[in-house]
């Protein structure tokens, strides 16, 4: 009886065996026939990615079936046209052919000195200027700036304004090329303007500001009239109107920017020349001042001088 029982235990236990080895087999299989989340990302990284070209012909019937003339389309093509935009190709004022082409020769420096209309003393560093000799000429050359304004202190006698601008004008011309708006300041109606000269019309200047002479003699009207402007509100308030604007900028610059960047095309400065144009030029470097908006002003101001410079040749 007891070998029958030990019999028995042998075969339960080798049928155990066997079960656990049927099964463990069983896992093994299923386990080598999967991927990891590991194995698939390292497939990934490594695989090449290979385009296919298109056949020739395909790529072609493509390219005709995508082109639809004009009666495919419905629509007409547009004419070409050689006509410039009036806002320009920059976004800005375009002015003639000359213009345009005088602005693309000036370089940073000498479009910034030409929004400036100085006082001869200011530009020489004078006391007072009744000629224009070597003083004027060597800061002509430096600094070739749009305009001189004159005042009582430079006036001698109505001979003596026809030379000192005359030799101011010639200078100016060997410089840059441009004559200047040279001129005073005087009161009008509608406010303060700079009257300036034509070639030919110097002695008008030193009748201006001759205490002197009769109003015949001192007619503004005759003259280029720029208005002049002496705080913001009024430039920004002064209207559309055509010509140059010129605003009276403060001690050391002060608001030379911001009337360049409301609608001023010349900065008059009768003090700190130095101080304001070192901050107009900086704020242009610094794109405070679009190039833009600095070649406008200038387009205006050599537009302007076509009536001095066209008398000259007359």
Known sequence: MKSKNGLMRLLIVGEIIILILILALGVVKKVKGQKTPKDDMAAV??????????????????????????????????????????????????????????????????????????TPEVLTGEDQVTIAGAGTRAALQNYPVGGMLY?????????????????????????????????????????MVIAAARIGQEEQIGALLNPEATPEAAAVTALIQIPLYQNLDQLSTGGEEAG??????????????????????????????????????????????????????????????????EQAEG
């Not at 976004?91 to 370089?107: K, N, P, Q, V, Y």
């Not at 070192?278 to 679009?290: D, F, L, S, T």
């Open 244 to 309: 140059v604007k010129c605003y009276l900028v403060g001690e050391n610059g002060q608001g030379a920017v911001e009337a360049l960047l409301n609608g001023a095309d010349m900065l008059c400065v009768t003090s700190g020349f130095m101080e304001a144009y070192q901050r107009v030029y900086e704020a242009v470097n610094a794109q405070e001042i679009p190039v833009t908006a600095l070649d406008e002003a200038v387009g205006r101001i050599l537009v302007g001088k076509q009536a001095v410079s």
């Open 45 to 118: 990284q490594n695989t090449e990615i290979r385009f296919q070209p298109r056949p020739a012909a395909e790529e072609a019937e493509t390219a005709e079936s995508s082109v639809t003339g004009p009666e495919d389309s419905g629509t007409e093509p547009p004419e070409e046209t050689n006509e410039v935009p009036s806002g320009g190709e920059n976004g800005r004022e375009t002015f003639s052919e000359d213009i345009e082409a005088l602005l693309a020769g000036m370089t940073v420096e000498q479009k910034v000195a030409q929004v400036f209309m100085v």
């Open 151 to 191: 005042g009582s202190g430079n006036y001698v006698g109505v001979p003596q304004m026809r030379e000192l601008i005359g030799n101011a004008q010639t200078m100016s011309s060997e410089y840059s090329g441009q004559y200047l708006f040279a001129g005073a300041a005087v009161e009008q109606e509608g406010g």
